[in-house]
């Protein structure tokens, strides 16, 4: 099982990243789908996660609003598109898919919001 994420980097405060996480050797669809971020000095958080289906989706206040999660599960991809980026959003990102007990993680990208 593989977790490739890509789509991260350095943004100005008020700019837009999209996230991309390609999974292999699993049946996606049947993964809930999460992005976690961590920043410097802190601890994890979970951004936002997505049921199998697609149906349900779930974010942290702190980004309700401003951040979209989608999976396409004919690509094997889970995508965070995060607009009106500020720079306490700067952390790395990585997404989380979970089948328990079985979860899998990407390596990780890194997000900067910095003028």
């Known amino acids: 099982v593989q977790l490739v994420e890509s789509g991260g980097g350095l943004v100005q405060p008020g700019g837009s990243l999209r996230l991309s996480c390609v999974a292999s050797g699993l049946t996606f669809s049947l993964y809930e789908v999460r992005w976690y971020r961590q920043a410097p000095g802190q601890g994890r958080e979970l951004v936002a996660g997505?049921?199998?289906?697609?149906?349900?989706?779930n974010y942290a206040d702190s980004v309700k609003g401003r951040f979209t999660i989608s999976r396409d599960n004919a690509k094997n991809t889970v995508y965070l598109q995060m607009n009106s980026l500020k720079p306490e959003d700067t952390g790395v990102y990585r997404c989380n898919i979970v089948n328990l007990p079985r979860t899998y993680w990407g390596q990780g990208t890194q997000v900067t919001v910095s003028s």
């Open positions: 997505m049921s199998r289906s697609g149906g349900s989706t």
